[in-house]
């Protein structure tokens, strides 16, 4: 999407939009809820990013693949602030400007990600993971020794359910399986409220039933959040359902469905023909 399109959008938008926006309020006028466009990064003369444009949907669920080294990880780092770009726009919603943004003020305007290994809090029950994660003031980190209101119990009622973890409430959770951590953390995310989580190989280490309950939960979130998977796991993009987009050498490669890229020659070229 050009610079002029942007503005375009972004002022039609606010023309259109009736209710006045709070500042620093999410604006998915349009639908959409990221874009990226023209994205240019380089490390030690190695372009990781190459003019990469991408958009996705308000509520959403993409999936990214392609080899090591296309520059998934990259993307990801650029769109929680972690790395700036070279060269390129990147937005979430009409008007927040990611590249002008740090990395707290990205996950509180609703960006969250989970890396590959799983981060929580080991010693403390699944309840009290959960708890810790709520969007809540922390600077006193009251949160093990406030008692809950009754709307945040249900929150985290609501998680444990969602999540599948209900039964394991009470348990540490450094007992729990690789899988059930996996979803702990992303429940973690949950009660965090991001309208968009970015999943680095969510699946990698799981058995094929957790790997299969993931994409139900992952499908079950649609809609309400937007998702950006990074997954090499065929079965798993496969049973997702949505868009897939292939990168390579740090551009857009190919999109569409699974079965549209899987066929196309130059996907089977780079990736999917090893």
């Known amino acids: 999407m050009s ?29 959409v809820i990221l874009y990226l466009e023209d994205i240019s990064v380089s490390f030690d003369g190695f372009k990781a990013l190459n003019n990469l444009s991408l958009t996705i949907d308000a509520g959403e669920l993409r999936a990214i693949i392609g080899p ?11 769109i929680t602030g972690k790395t700036r770009p070279d060269t390129g726009k990147a937005f979430f919603g009409q008007t927040l400007d990611l590249t002008r943004m740090s990395e707290p003020e990205i996950a509180h305007a609703g ?30 980190w009251k949160s093990l020794f406030a008692q809950l209101t009754g ?6 009622s609501d998680t444990l359910k969602r999540i599948r973890l209900q039964a394991e409430a009470d348990r540490p959770a450094g007992l729990l399986s ?23 190989e969510p699946v990698a280490g799981m058995t094929d039933e957790e790997t299969e309950r993931t994409a139900e939960l992952f499908v079950s979130l649609a809609g309400q959040h937007s998702l950006v998977v990074v997954e090499h796991d065929m079965s798993f993009v496969e049973a997702l359902g949505g868009q ?16 549209k890229v899987q066929n196309d020659p130059r996907v089977i070229e780079v990736y999917l023909g090893r």
Do not use: C, Y
Not at 111 to 140: C, Y
């Open 68 to 78: 090591n080294g296309a520059g998934k990880t990259t993307m990801m780092d650029v």
């Open 178 to 200: 690789h899988g059930q951590k996996q979803w702990l953390e992303i429940g973690m995310l949950l009660m965090q409220e991001p309208r968009l989580l970015l999943l680095d």
């Open 151 to 156: 709307d945040e119990r249900d929150r985290v």
């Open 244 to 259: 897939v987009t292939v990168l390579h050498e740090g551009s857009v490669l190919a999109e569409g469905s699974l079965a």
């Open 111 to 140: 960006i969250g990600r989970k890396f590959q290994k799983p981060t929580i809090f080991e010693n403390h029950s699944v309840f009290e993971n959960l708890e810790l994660a709520m969007k809540t003031d922390k600077r006193v």
């Open 3 to 31: 610079t002029a399109m942007h503005d375009t959008i972004a002022s039609s938008g606010r023309a259109s939009d009736s209710r006045v926006l709070r500042p620093g309020e999410l604006d998915l006028t349009h639908k």
